[in-house]
């Protein structure tokens, strides 16, 4: 639940940063333009059947991903993400179940392609470090990110998105393939 309001208050952040910042001045630097700073997060509030080797589990899922890219030249980002999870499972084994709550950090880079003066579309992936523990233990491993959100930017300095994301385990003693969707919001400075 600590997680669930600290992601509350982080949205609200990045939702309130960017209004404030707005001002009547001169059009600035469009998302995706070299040498800008975009600070974003991407929630994911989810309902997903995760196939995991072997067996299978139905969870409910929460995940929050604040990010921090830079777009080195136009339209190519570069940046860093954390990762908190949170998973409530049930599994075909046994009627096992239970919290997985999840910790990581990762890099990653995007390539930003404008379909419009409002629109684009910022498709990233990058490598991640993730524990997560469960049931009084834990695993490590390396996990490969993807993700392709449809972003709308309604006012200068503001996205919003939705789009795929996939997460793929490379290593680790449980190796976990998650497809879903992820709402993300940011802005950019």
């Known amino acids: 639940m600590r997680i669930a ?19 009547d001045g001169p059009p600035t630097a469009k998302f ?3 040498h800008v700073l ?35 030249v136009d339209n190519f980002s570069l940046g860093g993400t954390v990762l ?7 599994s075909a084994m046994a009627g096992s179940g239970g919290t997985v709550t999840s910790f990581g950090i990762g890099a990653r880079a995007g390539y930003n392609v404008r379909l419009g003066d409002r629109v684009s579309i910022w498709p990233k992936g990058g490598v991640s470090f993730v ?3 469960a049931a009084g233990s834990s695993d490590s491993h390396v996990a490969l990110g993807l993700s392709a959100p449809l972003l709308y930017h309604p006012v ?27 709402f993300t919001v940011g802005g950019w400075f």
């Open 84 to 90: 908190a999870a949170s998973a409530s499972t049930s």
């Open 38 to 72: 975009a600070l974003s997060s991407d929630a994911n509030l989810s309902f997903q059947h995760v196939s995991v080797s072997p067996g299978s589990v139905s969870s409910t899922t929460f995940v929050l991903r604040p990010a921090a890219d830079f777009f080195v």
């Open 156 to 182: 200068a300095h503001f996205l919003l998105g939705l789009g795929p994301d996939l997460n793929v385990d490379l290593s680790g003693m449980i190796k976990t393939t998650t497809l879903g969707f992820a």
């Open 131 to 133: 524990t997560v523990s």
């Open 32 to 34: 995706g333009a070299s």
């Open 5 to 23: 309001k600290l992601a509350v208050v982080y949205s609200i952040m990045l939702v309130a940063l960017p209004a404030a910042a707005q001002d």
